[in-house]
């Protein structure tokens, strides 16, 4: 399976931004999928996650400004972000548990695209 992240960018906090992950390949369906982030010099944190059922949970410092949803019939997952901080500079992952035609089940990365926001 591919997964591709875009939408990053750079914008002024108070600002938002949509980025979206696309999975592609022989997919039978896909379970669990969750954005991650990775600031500069720190560790990969979770950002939120979503069930295929829709299911949703946050981190406490995106709670009430960044929205995860996705689009089942597309294989797409997006993250609403609202009220940037500069604090929410990284690069954004999507992770998916793909289940595949073969039925194999496999935890699979995108590339990563990176969020800016400037003071």
């Known amino acids: 399976v591919q997964l591709q992240a875009s939408g990053g960018g750079l914008v002024q906090a108070g600002g938002s931004l949509r980025l979206s992950c696309a999975a592609s390949g022989s997919i039978f369906t896909i379970h669990d999928m969750a954005w991650y982030r990775q600031a500069p010099g720190k560790q990969r944190e979770l950002v939120a996650t979503?069930?295929?059922?829709?299911?949703?949970n946050y981190a406490d410092s995106v709670k009430g400004r960044f929205t995860i949803s996705r689009d089942n019939a597309k294989n797409l997952m997006y993250l609403q972000m609202n009220s940037l901080k500069p604090e929410d500079t990284a690069v954004y992952y999507c992770?998916?548990?793909?289940?595949?035609?073969?039925?194999?089940?496999?935890?699979?990365w995108g590339q990563g695209t990176l969020v800016t926001v400037s003071s």
């Open positions: 979503i069930t295929s059922d829709g299911n949703t």
């Open positions: 992770f998916a548990n793909v289940r595949f035609i073969s039925m194999r089940r496999v935890d699979s």
